[in-house]
């Protein structure tokens, strides 16, 4: 089933805080092949948070996971991300086009502090395979 075109505009609510420790930073350095340094939070690390909301999003249109590729993915940093934020994701449709039966989303995640401060804003770029 296509993804519906009226999603264009929509913000979704934000995800549940996320704090940032030196544990889960440490786990994510090692999960994607760096290695750790006290104090120091990857660049990409935004992303735990931003995933999170792309799938409170994907879930709520019923979109197919598995037919779900993740094309591009974008940082623009306020601030750099720091161990003892309390981190939330509020995720924006940008744009749907449709090619070939498939559904080619732009989003955008807003991850802000707990204060409500901007910590950074992620697009992604998301493909919904068609159905065979």
């Known amino acids: 089933m296509p993804i519906d075109a009226t999603l264009v505009g929509r913000k979704f609510p934000p995800t549940a805080p996320y704090e940032v420790t030196q544990v889960k930073v440490r786990e994510f350095a090692e999960a994607i092949g760096a290695t750790p340094a006290d104090g120091v939070v990857p660049p990409t690390f935004p992303i735990v948070?931003?995933?999170?909301?792309?799938?409170?999003?994907?879930?709520?249109?019923?979109?197919?996971?598995?037919?779900?590729?993740?094309?591009?993915?974008?940082?623009?940093?306020?601030?750099?991300?720091?161990?003892?934020?309390?981190?939330?994701?509020?995720?924006?449709?940008?744009?749907?086009?449709?090619?070939?039966?498939?559904?080619?989303?732009?989003?955008?995640?807003?991850i802000t502090a707990a204060d409500g401060s901007v910590v950074c804003r992620t697009k992604s770029t998301l493909i919904h395979r068609a159905e065979a």
Do not use: C, K, W
Request: glycine share 8%; aromatic share 8%.
């Open 49 to 110: 948070v931003a995933f999170a909301a792309m799938n409170d999003f994907l879930a709520e249109v019923e979109a197919d996971l598995f037919r779900i590729v993740h094309g591009e993915q974008r940082f623009a940093y306020e601030r750099p991300v720091r161990i003892g934020d309390v981190l939330s994701a509020t995720l924006v449709v940008d744009s749907l086009r449709q090619i070939g039966g498939n559904d080619i989303l732009g989003t955008t995640s807003l």
